[in-house]
């Protein structure tokens, strides 16, 4: 599948797909992940060197131009339904198939550095499950290890560690910056700085 996703992206910055298409492409690309049942026969299919097992696509950060534009184009295309609004420039639209279990949203930023790129995605979010064995400095030191060639990852001071989220950021061979982040996410961006603030 990641080699499906690596098309896509470069079929994107060539110009070959419009955002939407992108978005649409990934979203349909994602649905058997996203669905599949993620119970111990998912987890012993898991490959033993694969560093963070992919659960879901969690989200998409897009850089968009007209906050109001995108947001109804999401709204009646997609079916998305606005969720949290950090601020007029940073909107998550939650996505019908979003869960308790599998977060799935769309993220909206049409802040300065935004409106400048946009129709390009500042970075998407993959599901994992954290646990005591898969932490962000496990796969910090592993990426390093295996991927000495790429953009190291950021973990300090770019960990979030709140009642809600556990994340980071890695980057692909090309730059892609990619952010693990827990399956169950739920796209909900507390507006306060303060652990244990939001409900």
């Known amino acids: 599948?990641?080699?499906?996703?690596?098309?896509?992206?470069d079929q994107y910055e060539r110009g070959g797909l419009s955002r939407r298409q992108l978005v649409q492409a990934l979203?349909?690309?994602?649905?058997?992940?996203?669905?599949?049942?993620?119970?111990?026969?998912?987890?012993q299919a898991t490959p033993t060197e694969t560093i963070a097992p992919a659960r879901s696509i969690n989200h998409l950060n897009l850089?968009?131009?007209?906050?109001?534009?995108?947001?109804?184009?999401?709204?009646?295309?997609?079916?998305?339904?606005?969720?949290a609004r950090?601020?007029?420039t940073h909107i998550t639209m939650t996505l019908s198939n979003s869960t308790k279990q599998i977060g799935s949203y769309i993220v909206l930023d049409s802040g300065p550095r935004s409106v400048e790129n946009a129709g390009t995605y500042d970075h998407m979010g993959i599901g994992i499950e954290w646990n005591r064995n898969l932490t962000p400095q496990s796969v910090d030191t592993a990426v390093r290890k295996m991927f000495p060639q790429?953009?190291?990852?950021?973990?300090?001071?770019?960990?979030?560690?709140t009642d809600r989220r556990v994340s980071m950021f890695i980057y692909?061979?090309?730059g892609l910056?990619?952010?693990?982040?827990?399956r169950n996410d739920d796209g909900w961006e507390c507006p306060g700085v303060t652990p244990g603030s939001c409900k």
Do not use: W
Not at 64 to 82: C, D, I, P, Q, W
């Open 1 to 9: 599948m990641a080699t499906g996703f690596d098309q896509l992206l």
């Open 27 to 43: 979203l349909f690309a994602a649905a058997p992940v996203a669905l599949a049942p993620l119970g111990a026969h998912a987890a």
């Open 177 to 182: 910056p990619i952010q693990l982040i827990g």
């Open 172 to 174: 692909d061979p090309d």
């Open 86 to 88: 950090a601020s007029n």
């Open 150 to 161: 790429v953009k190291p990852p950021m973990v300090a001071p770019d960990v979030k560690i």
């Open 63 to 83: 850089r968009v131009s007209n906050m109001e534009r995108s947001l109804a184009f999401y709204t009646k295309v997609l079916g998305a339904t606005e969720r």
